[in-house]
């Protein structure tokens, strides 16, 4: 993300991501979430603290690769989620959107500190490896960030990682194709759910991992109307 877009094409994506996300179903109730997306010159567009529906480009913070706000204002939580996200972007060069959702099914994985597995055809575009369980932390503790950015380089190449007892952080290259693969792992999670109840669900037999979906082909993330985020 950035190579070649303007600080407003990456806010607009962002905007777009979100309303996609909702329009899918893969926000919780509350809409509770974060998302971001690398910008030029070493920043990132990060949402702030507030509504997530109906979000506008123009009610989006800008950070620093260093954590550091330079334009809008976030309070002591979203602080914490800027340096996450910033210390995840300094370590992949190659994520260009992080989405953090509580989306139901996934969250049914997250409490029960249990991985995705790949059973589902659809994840081998962008996941072709189970989701791994990063074990929950208290927030405002020092254990919190390094204990998730540690899960993320452990499992190197992981486009999604549970966050035990919370949700879920996905990692794609732009919004549009995070959105995707966000929603194919609240798809895959409820299939998981049904399936244990007709005996589990069969391994998928995948072979050589498959390259990420790209964003020419036809994806989830068309949005309503057929604009795109």
Known sequence: MGNGLSYLDVREAVAGAAATLFAHGVMSRTGHGDLSARAPEDHLILTIPGRLRGLTPQELAMVSLDGEVVEGELDSLKMEIAELHARLYRLRPDIGCIIHTHSAYVLAFALANRPLPCNYEAMRFGQP???????????????????????????????????????????????????????VLEEAAEGEIHADRLGGAKPLQLGEPQPAIQEKQTDYSERPGGARP
Request: charged share 15%.
């Open 129 to 183: 490896a189970e989701v791994p369980v990063i074990p929950w932390r208290r927030r405002g503790t020092p254990e919190w960030i390094d204990t998730i950015v540690a899960g993320v380089q452990e499992h190197e190449g992981t486009n999604a990682v549970i966050l035990g007892n919370h949700g879920s952080l996905v990692f794609g290259s732009t919004p549009a194709q995070t959105v995707t693969l966000s929603t």
